[in-house]
């Protein structure tokens, strides 16, 4: 079966479906490092605001199909641009992140990072598709599971550069 995954720019009613997406406590335990209070929609709308205000965030909206599935993002950390994505679960386990990620990396130049929690097999599967390597490890407090979660980080090389994963 094959999926019409699109990104676009964000737009004010796409918000309603991330909320809404956010409401999944699996969906929210495995991101780990989500919103301490997913169902604060004050929270949630301040957030989105100053992402969506910064000019430095590269934010997109994944349809597929024409349904709005999720969102990915790029965003800077320092001086390093990271990137994220959350996907309804519903939609788990069909290939929308992976080609969501893929497509907003060519708007990206290199090199781009990523972290993903140690025990998050599919999304390091969806970062390691889309060619990013282990380069080291990182622990860090996450709301979704009100613990400290162990962490890897990931590096998606300038071309030609010569990375050794993990």
Known sequence: MTFDVRLRPVREDDLVEFFLHQQDPEANRMAAFGPEDPSDHREFA???????????????TI???????GHVTAFPVGDRTEVSYW???????????????TALLRELPRPVYARAAKDNAASLAVLRKCGFVVVGEDSGYANGRGAEVQEWLLELPTEGSDLGGH
């Open 87 to 101: 996907i309804d679960r519903a939609r788990w386990g069909r290939g929308h992140a992976t080609t969501a990620l």
């Open 46 to 60: 301040r957030h989105w605001a100053r992402v969506l205000t910064d000019p430095a965030n590269v934010v997109r």
């Open 63 to 69: 349809e597929v199909d024409g349904e709005v599935v």
